[in-house]
């Protein structure tokens, strides 16, 4: 029988003030908001079973723009949930913001109702490179959002991309200075690709070379690494690494209520798992909330696509945890990432090497 593993919570908030160019998120500008909170507790009703005696080990509520909920809407929230779940004495619940003004006035009210961690999406904080990605902020206000959050929160973390429009490699590692000046507890830092069916694909910018992209990421990676943000996952750097991160790519379970919300549950009775996936458009969701289920089938390959992401890599005892499969299952392909210089192995744990890092989707494509 699988051990049960920790449980998450996802939480989807869909709506922002102007969708971005390259967001390929279930997110969308105006519409009725109306019911939408008791829809999410109505939804969440619906899969306590998935529970299973489990405490709720970190929330992250996402979208979309979730800081842009009332104060009273975060309060009949977390009322709701806190009284349908058992929370860990030290739950990590993370939420999404802009640096907006009118978002950065809410942040003591979120840490009053429950919130411990924010995320802030500030990209970039120069103004040229916030305006070509359709950014409704500008540099003063992302630096103004990060330094309230460090007054108020102990664990925040800041989102940076680069590869930008017309971005220089000295304007890509200013933009990671200012970020660790501002001393957050992590900094997502990640390339900008171009989504199907965003804006930036029906009219692409003009990206920086190859060349300067890659070298914009093997810098920036030093220089997060030189002021102690240590890279725990591809696009992850922590001092504090985060909890509910960890558990996607640990092959943990979250539930995933709301509007095109995703979730992964191990189901007890029968050692099985299922994916859940929930009505995408808004409007359909705060009136019917339907859920479709399916079972997963290629465990070892959905356990390596999420946990070969992790730079330290994982052991033998997690694979068997959390699949319930031998490592006798996948030697062929371990020794075949091996002899392509993808991977190492070292006693009872299996870590990408650089190359394979580099190169995650062809080390991930072994185990297909």
């Given at each position: 029988?699988?051990?049960?593993?920790?449980?998450?919570?996802?939480?989807?908030?869909?709506?922002?003030?102007?969708?971005?160019?390259?967001?390929?998120?279930?997110?969308?500008?105006?519409?009725?908001?109306?019911?939408?909170?008791?829809?999410?507790?109505?939804?969440?009703?619906?899969?306590?079973?998935?529970?299973?005696?489990?405490?709720?080990?970190?929330?992250?509520?996402?979208?979309?723009?979730?800081?842009?909920?009332?104060?009273?809407?975060?309060?009949?929230?977390?009322?709701?949930?806190?009284?349908?779940?058992?929370?860990?004495?030290?739950?990590?619940?993370?939420?999404?913001?802009?640096?907006?003004?009118?978002?950065?006035?809410?942040?003591?009210?979120?840490?009053?109702?429950?919130?411990?961690?924010?995320?802030?999406?500030?990209?970039?904080?120069?103004?040229?490179?916030?305006?070509?990605?359709?950014?409704?902020?500008?540099?003063?206000?992302?630096?103004?959002?990060?330094?309230?959050a460090a007054k108020i929160f102990?664990?925040?973390?800041?989102?940076?991309?680069y590869g930008l429009q017309g971005?220089?490699?000295?304007?890509?590692?200013?933009?990671?200075?200012?970020?660790?000046?501002?001393?957050?507890?992590?900094?997502?830092?990640?390339?900008?690709?171009?989504?199907?069916?965003?804006?930036?694909?029906?009219?692409?910018?003009?990206?920086?070379?190859?060349?300067?992209?890659?070298?914009?990421?093997?810098?920036g990676v030093k220089l997060l690494?030189?002021?102690?943000?240590?890279?725990?996952?591809?696009?992850?750097?922590?001092?504090?690494?985060?909890?509910?991160?960890?558990?996607?790519?640990?092959?943990?379970?979250?539930?995933?209520?709301?509007?095109?919300?995703?979730?992964?549950?191990?189901?007890?009775?029968?050692?099985?798992?299922?994916?859940?996936?929930?009505?995408?458009?808004?409007?359909?969701?705060?009136?019917?909330?339907?859920?479709?289920?399916?079972?997963?089938?290629?465990?070892?390959?959905?356990?390596?696509?999420?946990?070969?992401?992790?730079?330290?890599?994982?052991?033998?005892?997690?694979?068997?945890?959390?699949?319930?499969?031998?490592?006798?299952?996948?030697?062929?392909?371990?020794?075949?990432?091996?002899?392509?210089?993808?991977?190492?192995?070292?006693?009872?744990?299996?870590?990408?090497?650089?190359?394979?890092?580099?190169?995650?989707?062809?080390?991930?494509?072994?185990?297909?």
């Amino acid at each position: 029988m699988l051990e049960l593993p920790p449980l998450s919570l996802y939480i989807h908030y869909p709506w922002c003030v102007k969708k971005c160019p390259y967001c390929d998120f279930n997110s969308h500008e105006g519409e009725d908001r109306d019911g939408y909170i008791s829809a999410l507790l109505a939804d969440l009703d619906t899969d306590l079973s998935y529970v299973q005696g489990r405490s709720i080990h970190s929330i992250f509520i996402g979208g979309g723009t979730p800081s842009l909920m009332t104060e009273q809407d975060l309060s009949q929230l977390f009322n709701g949930l806190k009284s349908r779940l058992v929370f860990d004495n030290n739950i990590e619940i993370t939420l999404e913001t802009n640096p907006g003004t009118f978002e950065i006035e809410k942040f003591k009210a979120f840490k009053e109702i429950g919130i411990n961690r924010l995320s802030i999406g500030v990209q970039s904080f120069n103004n040229q490179n916030l305006q070509a990605l359709g950014r409704i902020h500008n540099a003063y206000e992302a630096g103004k959002a990060c330094t309230q959050a460090a007054k108020i929160f102990d664990n925040f973390n800041i989102d940076l991309m680069y590869g930008l429009q017309g971005q220089s490699i000295d304007e890509c590692l200013a933009d990671l200075q200012q970020a660790v000046d501002l001393n957050p507890t992590h900094i997502s830092f990640y390339q900008l690709t171009i989504e199907p069916n965003t804006l930036f694909s029906k009219f692409p910018p003009k990206l920086p070379a190859d060349d300067d992209i890659w070298t914009m990421g093997e810098v920036g990676v030093k220089l997060l690494e030189s002021h102690g943000f240590n890279r725990y996952e591809v696009s992850a750097f922590g001092k504090k690494p985060s909890r509910h991160n960890l558990n996607y790519w640990e092959f943990g379970d979250y539930i995933g209520i709301g509007a095109g919300a995703h979730g992964k549950i191990t189901l007890a009775k029968d050692s099985s798992m299922i994916r859940t996936l929930k009505s995408k458009a808004p409007k359909d969701y705060i009136q019917n909330r339907k859920k479709t289920t399916e079972h997963i089938e290629n465990l070892a390959f959905e356990f390596m696509l999420n946990a070969l992401r992790l730079k330290n890599g994982f052991d033998s005892v997690l694979f068997l945890s959390r699949t319930g499969q031998s490592m006798d299952d996948i030697t062929n392909q371990i020794q075949q990432a091996t002899t392509a210089g993808l991977l190492k192995a070292q006693a009872d744990k299996i870590i990408p090497t650089k190359k394979g890092y580099d190169f995650l989707n062809d080390l991930q494509s072994y185990f297909l």
